[in-house]
């Protein structure tokens, strides 16, 4: 469950890093906000009972992963 926890916080700073060095951009906040919100769900996920035992599961724990993955991804590309 830690880890989950700091992909969820990982989503958070990436977000709100992307938005403060993107302040010029077209959309950065849409594109940040993308980001952030994803982070704020999961970390909320992990600390709800009935959520924790789903992501306790393997395959949603590689589910979960992979997307904070791609969500990484997608900050530095963006």
């Known amino acids: 469950m830690t880890n989950l926890r700091f992909g969820g916080y990982l989503l958070v700073a990436i977000g709100f890093i992307n938005m403060r060095y993107q302040t010029g951009h ?42 904070v993955a791609l969500l990484v991804i997608y900050s530095f590309i963006n």
């Open 26 to 67: 077209h959309n950065a906040v849409t594109h940040s906000l993308s980001i952030v919100i994803p982070g704020a769900l999961l970390i909320l996920a992990t600390f709800i009972k009935p959520t924790q035992k789903l992501l306790e599961k393997r395959n949603i724990k590689l589910l979960v992963g992979t997307i």
